[in-house]
C-alpha cells in the first residue's frame, strides 16, 4: 500500500504564496501518476494539477494555470503544487493522490491512494 502525507497547507493573505509537499512510502511514486485535488465546503472534489510519472507532462485546472505549478522529486519520493497569487477562492482542503495507471487522469475515482489533506485557507 501507499501511504501519502501531505503538508504546507496554512493561512495567508490573497496574492500570498504556499508551496504543498506530499511525501510517499510504501511504494515508489517514480512510475505513479500523481495529482492534486481540492475541495471546499458544498463543493465537490476538483483536480487541480495531474502529471505523471517523470513529471513531463502536467495538467492544469483553468483556475490553476499561471499560477500553480506541479512537481516531483522522485528521489525525494515527494510532489510539490507551488501556489502562487492566491485568492480566497483557492481556500479548499488540499488532497494529493496517486495511481499506478501509466497515464494521467482529472478522475478522482482513477486515483486509488489519497493523503489525509492539508487545509488552505486564503483571506481577502
Not at 69 to 97: F, H, W
Request: a positive charge; proline letters at 3%; hydrophobic letters at 30%.
Amino acid at each position: 500500500q501507499v501511504q501519502l502525507v501531505e503538508s504546507g497547507g496554512g493561512l495567508v493573505q490573497a496574492g500570498g504564496s504556499l508551496r504543498l509537499s506530499c511525501v510517499a512510502s510504501g511504494r515508489t511514486l517514480s512510475r505513479y501518476t500523481t495529482a492534486w485535488f481540492r475541495q471546499a465546503p458544498g463543493k465537490e472534489r476538483e483536480c487541480v494539477a495531474s502529471m505523471t510519472g517523470d513529471g513531463d507532462s502536467v495538467l492544469y485546472a483553468e483556475s490553476a494555470k499561471g499560477r500553480f505549478t506541479g512537481s516531483r522529486d522522485n528521489a525525494k519520493n515527494t510532489v510539490y503544487l507551488q501556489m502562487n497569487s492566491l485568492k480566497p477562492e483557492d481556500t479548499a482542503i488540499y488532497y494529493c493522490a496517486a495511481t499506478p495507471a501509466p497515464i494521467f487522469s482529472n478522475t478522482s475515482s482513477h486515483y486509488a491512494y489519497w493523503g489525509q489533506g492539508t487545509q488552505v485557507t486564503v483571506s481577502s
